[in-house]
């Protein structure tokens, strides 16, 4: 299975912005659909973002639509989520995910997911 690492979560003010990084090891980065989901206190994890192993598909959570961009770059084996306007309600866990195969079918459902990082705080203060 590949590993995964996430950085770049914090703290910022409502409508700031930050850029999540999930750094992959090893198994072959690109032989995987990813996705970022968040948890935050007392809810389930969440479906946020996904990306198909080529980057020509993605596809996003209505609450974030329009203002999270998820992008991958197979020759770094990085995945990133670049948050921008964000909203108190977008505070939670982050968790970058690789998907059981290449497939893009049950993207939104946890259990489809085999790898998972150790996630990044993400704070929004109003």
């Known amino acids: 299975q590949v590993q995964l690492i996430e950085s770049g979560g914090g703290l910022v003010q409502a409508g700031g912005s930050l850029s999540l990084s999930c750094a992959a090891s090893g198994r072959t980065f690109s032989d995987y659909t990813m996705a970022w989901f968040r948890q935050a206190p007392g809810k389930e994890r969440e479906f946020v973002a996904a990306?198909?192993?080529?980057?020509?598909?993605?596809a996003y959570a209505d609450s974030v639509k329009g203002r999270f961009t998820i992008s991958r770059d197979n020759a770094r084996n990085t995945l990133s989520l670049q948050m921008n306007s964000l909203k108190p309600e977008d505070t939670a866990v982050y968790y970058c995910a690789a998907k059981t195969s290449k497939s893009i079918v049950g993207y939104t459902t946890t259990k489809n997911y085999i790898s998972w990082g150790q996630g990044t705080q993400v704070t929004v203060s109003s």
């Open positions: 990306i198909n192993w080529t980057g020509t598909f993605t």
